[in-house]
Every structure is written in C-alpha cells, then in structure tokens.
C-alpha cells in the first residue's frame, strides 16, 4: 500500500508540476470542466470522507468535526484579511499568490500524509481520494499556475512544490505520525476542500455550470456506490 500511496504522491507532483501550462483561461468550457471537478469532489465529501472521518475518528466524538470548521474558516479568513488590508485589486493578487505559495506547500504536504493513511487502510479508499484531488490540481484555486510567475520560474522552488505531496508520504516512511495528527490533518483537509468548491464552483458571479455539477455528482455517486457493492 506504501507504494500505491507514492505513486500517487509523484502522479500529483507531475500534475502540479505542468498545472501552470494550461491556460484554462482561453478554455471555453473551463467552467464546465471546474463544475463537474466540484460536484465529484463535493459527493466524495459527504458520502465518502466525511461519514469516514466522523464514524472512525479517534479524536473526542463531539470533537471530530472541529479540524473541518478550523480548515474551511482559515482559507476563509486567510482571502478575506488579505482583501481589507489593500484596497488596490492588483495588491490583492499579489498578497494571495504569496499566501497561496506557502500554503500550497502545507497544503499538499498534508495530502501527502493522508493518502498514505487512507491507502494503508484500503487501496479503493486511497483511489476514491486521489481522483478528485488530482483534478483539482489542475483546475482549481489552489494550483501551481495561481502562484507567483516569479516563484513558478525558480527552478528549485517549483520542483519542491510540485513534489510536496511526494514529501509528505516520505514523512509517514521515517516519522512515526501520531494517529490523532492524521484525525485532525483529515478534517483540516476536508474543510479546506469544502471551502475551495464553494469559492470555485457556487459563486454565481463565477459562472457555473449547475448541469455539470450535478453529472458530477451523479458520476461519483455512480462510482462509489458500485465499489462498495462489487466490495461488499
């Protein structure tokens, strides 16, 4: 399972590593594409992370759900700071394209941790994580092409964020992670990705696509359901 969990560590380091030469700018189905990312990742929340995260969770019961308030309200509060603190929209980019390099890093250093958790468990739950992650790697906010051009040009900067999730399944190979780390990691992460699709996908001002946020839905619907009965 180790090595399933690396594997997909140096897939989403490659997907991160080249994320920045697509220009989903000039794309006209970019909202298309990000809606039905954020309905796969939304049903894979709920039906799937969430109901493992709070059912399994070795952290206090009445606490389980903490991590995830704790990531959604810092991404949150992170935009938001950023916002009133400049009134000028091109010092706003600028401050979140720097927030967005150091968390990106943590960010995908967390995952990297998860997935070898999720993997050690079951190879099904690993992959029904990594598919929704990989396409919002390419797609969504928090990607490598949402960071500063001169970050993206420094050769070593970006090679050590590419394969930051590839760092964090390192990790758990020579750093015994505390059980509890990875509870609250899990729900740090599901909060986080929580607010990343309502960012991406709900906003009206942003255009999305309600049919294809809903064939999302129903594809991953599709998908888990039909593994757990072929499992089952």
Do not use: N
């Amino acid at each position: 399972m180790v090595l399933l969990a690396i594997g997909f560590g140096i897939l989403l380091g490659i997907a991160h590593f080249f994320s920045d030469r697509i220009d989903f700018s000039k794309f006209k189905e970019k909202m298309k594409l990000i809606s039905f990312t954020s309905g796969i990742l939304l049903t894979y929340l709920f039906l799937d992370l969430f109901p493992q995260f709070y059912g399994d969770s070795r952290l206090v019961v009445d606490m389980s759900l903490l991590f995830v308030l704790i990531g959604f309200s810092m991404f949150h509060f992170i935009e938001k700071y950023i916002e009133r603190r400049s009134m000028k929209r091109s010092e706003i980019r600028k401050e979140l394209k720097r927030v967005h390099s150091a968390a990106f890093f943590l960010y995908h250093l967390a995952i990297g941790i998860i997935i070898v958790d999720l993997t050690g468990s079951s190879a099904i739950k690993g992959f029904l994580f990594f598919i929704p992650i990989m396409l919002y790697s390419v797609t969504s906010t928090i990607s490598m092409k949402e960071i500063d051009g001169q970050v993206r040009e420094s050769g070593p900067v970006k090679a050590l964020l590419s394969v930051s999730t590839l760092l964090g399944t390192a990790i758990t190979l020579f750093v015994k992670v505390e059980v509890l780390v990875f509870d609250m990691l899990i729900g740090f992460i599901a909060g986080s990705l929580l607010y990343i699709v309502v960012m991406d996908s709900i906003q009206k001002e942003k255009g999305g696509q309600p049919a294809y946020f809903m064939l999302g839905i129903i594809a991953y619907v599709a998908a888990i359901v039909g593994l757990r009965l072929i499992l089952a």
